[in-house]
């Protein structure tokens, strides 16, 4: 039997083995996706009632949000046009996303000057913090009056405890602290020359690597080889700087630091190599340690449709 054959074997095993998981996966994705969405609406409704808005323009904001959306549904999408129009459907769909998100990247580095790309595009709303200064600055407000001479704010002491009393009058301080804080720690910092390069290198590379794989084919070594340099030369680039970053610009960077690891589950490394130990490794576990089977074994049985969703593992 050829390595042709004993792909199509492994293929079929392994489709019977994760049938039954195919459908509630896809489910599962679709309430992943929609959850999504609503905390984007619902965050948007909330900053607008706090008056909390983004420190952007009002179009860079709808890029954001596009952006946003693309990153919430591209997993779904996919796994919804290989349903309906099988593999090149689903080929085309992810080739299409790709594209749609490298423009709106391109649009956001060089057009709005954005700095680092961060994932997700627009951080979500911190609901207790937020809620809380609206519900300590609405007491201040309510129990408090302005001296039409001074401009000094007064709050009868009859209306609060005394401990109340004691930390009202930091409560606005502090919430206008805190914004100015945010502000900065949310303003992009400027790319010189090669932090451009390098970041213009890291949102081209998926679309490198989808006309490497449509040219050297899916078990060619040559768009993993590519792919990685790409990515670990936009790293280097970029790691002269993480001083000067803010607190979201670092986060991404060791975030995109751990996504190098993912270079081991990706195909052609993983079927030749990673595959088989990793199994091993799983299995040896499951036998060995008391109730680890019930993560490894489930492990065990997603890799495989892991391995086949592209956003999942090259996304």
């Given at each position: 039997m050829d390595s042709e054959e004993q792909?199509?074997?492994?293929?079929?095993?392994?489709?019977?083995?994760?049938?039954?998981?195919?459908?509630?996966?896809?489910?599962?994705?679709?309430?992943?996706?929609?959850?999504?969405?609503?905390?984007?609406?619902?965050?948007?409704?909330?900053?607008?009632?706090?008056?909390?808005?983004?420190?952007?323009?009002?179009s860079q904001q709808r890029l954001l949000t596009w952006l946003s959306v693309l990153e919430y549904v591209e997993v779904f999408t996919e796994m919804a046009a290989a349903k309906l129009w099988r593999e090149p459907g689903r080929w085309l769909v992810v080739v299409l996303i790709q594209i749609a998100k490298a423009i709106l990247r391109i649009l956001l580095l060089f057009w709005y000057k954005s700095g680092i790309q961060t994932s997700p595009p627009i951080t979500p709303l911190d609901r207790d913090t937020q809620l809380y200064d609206r519900e300590q600055g609405s007491m201040v407000e309510d129990v408090s009056f302005v001296g039409q001479r001074s401009g000094r704010v007064v709050r009868p002491l009859k209306s609060a405890s005394s401990l109340q009393s004691q930390l009202w009058s930091s409560l606005s301080r502090e919430s206008k602290q805190r914004e100015q804080e945010d502000h900065l720690q949310t303003s992009p910092t400027h790319l010189g020359l090669q932090e451009t390069i390098a970041e213009s290198l890291y949102i081209t590379r998926p679309i490198v690597h989808l006309a490497a794989l449509g040219l050297c084919g899916r078990r060619s070594w040559k768009p993993w080889l590519i792919s990685g340099i790409l990515e670990i030369t936009s790293f280097s680039l970029l790691s002269d700087t993480t001083k000067t970053l803010n607190r979201r610009e670092r986060a991404e960077m060791r975030r995109r630091a751990f996504l190098l690891l993912y270079y081991l589950l990706r195909s052609p490394f993983y079927d030749r190599y990673s595959e088989a130990k990793i199994l091993f490794l799983l299995r040896f576990l499951t036998d060995y340690i008391p109730g680890v089977g019930l993560v490894a074994r489930p492990l065990m049985e997603y890799l495989p449709i892991w391995q086949k969703i592209y956003f999942y593992n090259w996304g």
């Open positions: 792909t199509q074997e492994l293929e079929k095993d392994t489709q019977s083995r994760t049938g039954r998981f195919s459908a509630s996966h896809e489910l599962s994705e679709l309430v992943y996706s929609a959850s999504n969405l609503l905390v984007l609406l619902n965050d948007d409704i909330l900053r607008k009632a706090l008056s909390r808005t983004l420190p952007m323009s009002l």
